[in-house]
Structure formats: C-alpha cells, structure tokens
C-alpha cells in the first residue's frame, strides 16, 4: 500500500512538471500577428504541399501550385505570409502573398531609386502590354517604351523576359504599374556599343547577324547597335544586290574595316577576308592584251565588263565599233554576255581598266582606200538625206556622203531631197577616199565628163552665142548655153547705153526669150560662167567696122565712110 501511494504521487508530480514545461514553451514561443511576414523552415514536401516550420504550435502547408514549379527542399527557408495564426486546421500561411508584399517593396524601392525590375511581357494589351512582375503584380508597358527600335508585330514579344524601370506608380495597393523597357536597352546598347569602340579595333573580326537591307548593303546587329555591310565590300566583284550575299537573320563574321566613334558608325567587310585583286594586276594583265570578260552592267555611256572577281573595266560606248554609230550599248550588247576586248589602259590606284570592243576586230578604215580608190564606181542605198547632202551605204557600217553640188554638174539642186529618196539605190563614184579622218566622198555627176571643161574649150573669153534666159533676179539674167551650161549676166552688163537703168533694161526680157551674149569668163573649178550682153554689142560693132574698113580700104575711100559709118551706128 505504501509502494502505491509512494507511485501515485511521483505521477502526479511528473504530470505537473510537464504542464509547467509546456506553459513555459508557449510563454517562449514569438509572437506572431496575421498578416505578419515570416520566416519558416521546408520540414516536408508531398505532390500537394509543401510543410512549413513557422515556430508555432503546428507547420502550415502551402500549395505547391504557389511555387510555380520551383519547389524547395526540406532545410530550405521559406518567407511567407501569416493569413490566419489560428487556423481550422493549424496557422494558414501563403509564399504568393509575401512575393506580392516583397515584390510591392522591391518595385517602391525601384522606382524611389530609379532602378529595374525584372518581369515577363504576358500579352498584349490596347496600346501596349501587360508585364508580369511576379507577386501577382501586372504591369502595363506602352507599345512605345517595348523596344528600342519600331515593333511590326506585337505578339512576338510576348514571353519575352528583360529588365525594366518602373515608370510610373499609381499606388502600394494595387497593381497600377507603368514600365519602361525601351530606357534599359538603349542603356545596355550604348555600353555595349562603347565597350565595342574600346576593345575592338580596324582590322578585328567581329560577329553579327544581318538586321535589315538598303539599296547600298545591309545593316549588322552587332549586339543591339549596328554596323553597315557597304555593297562595295561584300565582295571585290561586281555586286547588284546585297541579298545575293548574306541573308537576313544570318550569323556571319565581318573584318572591321572602319570606325567613327563620334559619329557612332562602324563599317565592315566580307571581302577583306581575301587579298586584294588589284594588288596582282600587272602580274597577268598588260595593255593591248586581248582578255576575255562577262558584262555585268550598262549605262548610257557604255558597259561594265568583269575580267575577274574584283577586276572590272569599262568599254565606253566609242569603243565598240569602228564605223557604226552606237547610241546605246545595248545595241549590241546585255548584262550576261561574254565577250573579247583589249586592254586600252588602266589606274590601279583608282581600280580602273578602260577596255576596248572594236580593237579585236579589223578596222575597216586601214584598207579602205585600197579597196575604194578614188574613182572607183558605188551603187549604195540612200540611207539618210541632210540639207547640204544624202549619205550613202557602201557597205555595213560604213557611208559614203554625197554633197547636193555633187548631184549635177548644170542643175542648181537647193535640196537634195528634190533629187534623191530614203532608200533609193544610185549609182556613184568615189571623190575622195579620207581613211584618217573617217571619210568617203561620193559624186554623181563625176560619172559624165565635166560639161564645164567641155565649155571652156569650146567657148573661150571673147566668144559668143545665142543662149536661152532661165531666170531673171535682181543683180542680173541667167543665161543656158546650148549645152546646158548657165552663166550670169551681170546687171551692169545688160544694157550698152550707162543712161539706162538696169530696171529698165531687163524690162524688155523674159524668161524664155533667145539672146546673144558676149563669155566674159569661164571658171571651170569654180563651175561659174560670166557673160554680158552689153560686151556682145561692143564685139558686134568692132566686127562690123572691121568688116566695113576692109571692105573700104579696097574702094579707097576709107576716111569718109568711117565717120559716116560711125555717126550712123550712134543714130541705130
């Protein structure tokens, strides 16, 4: 009985010492309030929840859900949010609560220091985006402040992580949050462009991908600033079009070939990975030699002709034919076409061949005189009529002229229109054969003897004949001899008697009318005749007394006719 009791009361004094223990433990215990923040520690974590330690009378469970796939393991320390310390089921805590309470901190104290914050753009928006911080805080970011440069398509910066500055904030307690991330990419390009002028140097390669196309090459994002990719330093060939080279998008390596840092401009070439053509031209090409070459382009003034990658030349449009006239190269050659032609000279300096076409051809004009000699006869066709001329087709590519003087040796052709057609085959003779200065002169009527020299021997100074009036002007009347030959009669010439004036004299002529004129003078080179007829009278008259003083002389009695005969004469 006494063992009983003795038992009896060691219980009821253990009993006693652990209610002092757990009053002493819950005195200990922090004091926690709702909505307090809280440290805990991961004590276990199921396909459900993950078991917090908060330093309470029981752990809080957290969905998993809350960690967005990040779990903890147990031993991690976890903040969170005290919703409710005495809980249906023990204290109810929440880790998306306090990420929304640290993140309000942390986007206060962003904006306060006008720092970043990092977030995900989520969708789209009228005007812009919505932007998610974390902490279930949503923020709106104008299409504007999105990127640094112009957006085409919005939805393809949805998902996009980046940093951004806390524009604009409307309240701690609820989510009316502007951002602005276009400010922190300009920043990072202008560090990322200033490390580049710093570190890289002319001549460095870099890499870049190809960003966007102009008519004059293509621009290099180099990490958020660009570079320019010069069509004349894709290759050292001819190159049209940039996008026969690189493709946008493409990841390519560049040699840096120039850089302005004030000008913020950065050049850089593809083709400066090889040797410079140039630097070997002489070694294979010379002047007068005859090369093979691809013509790669046309202008107005002739055509570009590649002789190798990087060697082009130039045939100006002179250059192509020995006797056609071109007027565009494209007469006779296309961008494609592979042909011969001569080097006529170059400039490595400035990186220029003037080539030749015509020069690996025979020049026709080296024998021409020994194939048309003068007097040789042409039948050609009329090819084009002039005002002073026509010329005439020898043969392809090669004319003959034939002056209007040429036409006839009696007829004053004013146009040779009035004689000859567009396409009217005649028959010539060669005048005159110039091979130097490119020149053949044609005649027509060099294939009848000259009448002109007919009519000088037959009509000498002094003679006379009847001819025919054809036309009567203002300084004096045209006369045709009988074998067609016309010469002018002076107007100081027609009338015998210097009372009468030129007015009245020619009064008693028309054309058409028969007259006796005196040759004063005949020039055949010049195919000019001068005739009068107040000479013609003279002559008549000294024939007449020479006639009458020989037939007097006979009957003796010379003296007194004479007299008679002259006072006579003056009364006719």
Known sequence: MEQMEVEKNNTQDAQGSIQTQLEESLKNLPTLEDGALVDGKVVQVTDEYVFIDIGYKSEGKIPVMEFAG??????????????????????????????????WKDVRKAFDEKGVVDGIISKVVKGGFEVNLGGDIHAFLPISQSDSQKVEKPESLVGVKGKFYIERLYSDNKANVVVNRRKYLEEEIEKNRDAFFNNVKIGDTVKGSVKSFTSFGAFIDLGGFDGLLHINDMSWGHVTRPKDFVKKGQEIELKVIRMEPAEKRINLSLKHFSEDPW??????????????????????????????????????????????????????????????????????????????????????????????PEGTKITGKVVKLT????????????????????????????????????DQEIETVVVECD????????????????????FADEYKTGSTFEGEITSITDFGVFVKAPNGIEGLVNKSNLSDDREVPFEEAVKKYQVGDKINVYVVDVNVEKEKAAFSVKEFKKKQQRDEISQYMSSSNNDGDAAFTLGDFIKNSKQD
């Not at 490119?438 to 294939?447: A, C, E, N, S």
Request: glycine share 8%; net charge negative; hydrophobic share 35%.
């Open 70 to 103: 990040d779990l903890p393991s147990v031993g991690d320390s976890v903040t969170v949010v005290l919703v409710k310390k005495n809980g249906r089921n023990g204290p109810e805590v929440s880790k998306s609560k306090a990420d929304a309470k640290q993140m």
């Open 279 to 372: 630097v070997h031209f002489e070694e294979k090409y010379h002047v007068n030699d005859v090369v093979k070459g691809k013509v790669t382009k046309l202008t107005d003034f002739g055509a570009f002709i590649e002789l190798e990658e990087g060697i082009e030349g130039l045939a100006h449009i002179s250059e192509f034919s020995w006797t056609k006239k071109i007027n565009k190269p494209s007469d006779m050659v296309k961008v494609g076409d592979e042909l011969e032609c001569m080097i006529l000279g170059y400039d490595i300096q400035a990186g220029r061949v003037s080539l030749g076409l015509k020069q690996v051809t025979e020049n026709p004009w080296d024998t021409i005189t020994e194939k048309y």
């Open 387 to 422: 005002n002073v001329g026509a010329f005439v087709s020898i043969e392809d590519g090669i004319d003959g002229f034939l002056h209007v003087d040429d036409l006839s040796w009696t007829k004053k052709v004013k146009h040779p229109g009035s004689e000859l057609s567009v």
């Open 435 to 454: 091979p130097e200065n490119h020149r053949i002169r044609l005649g027509v009527k060099q294939l009848s003897d000259n009448p002109w020299k007919a």
